[in-house]
């Protein structure tokens, strides 16, 4: 990620989520996120703000947890989960290699 800030739908984007519930989770998880808005009221997020909202949709759909149980998951210790996010995002990356190469035969 190369921006200073990305706006709520490119945020969705990354997330491969809608953008309502990508608001909700910025209202639900506020004291996560440091998002900041426009002059027009538009939400901006920077990639800090991304990686969490990552680690947010990991607890939640990847795991099954609640959304407190996901707040206090964050808030016990974010370290397990960014390893986690991390891996399964390279583990994602590695397939979609492997997919291309099959293609490629």
Do not use: C
């Amino acid at each position: 990620m190369s921006k200073l800030f990305y706006t709520i739908g490119e945020t969705a984007a990354v997330l491969s989520e809608n953008v309502s519930l990508v608001r909700y989770w910025s209202e639900y998880f506020a004291k996560f996120l440091k998002t900041s808005r426009t002059t027009r009221g538009d939400r901006r997020y920077t990639p800090e703000d991304i990686e969490t909202l990552k680690q947010i949709h990991f607890l939640v759909k990847e795991q099954g947890l609640t959304l407190d149980g996901a707040a206090r998951q964050l808030t016990a210790d974010k370290a397990p989960v960014e390893g986690r996010v991390k891996a399964l995002e390279s583990l994602k990356s590695i397939r979609a290699q492997l997919v291309e190469i099959k293609k490629s035969l």
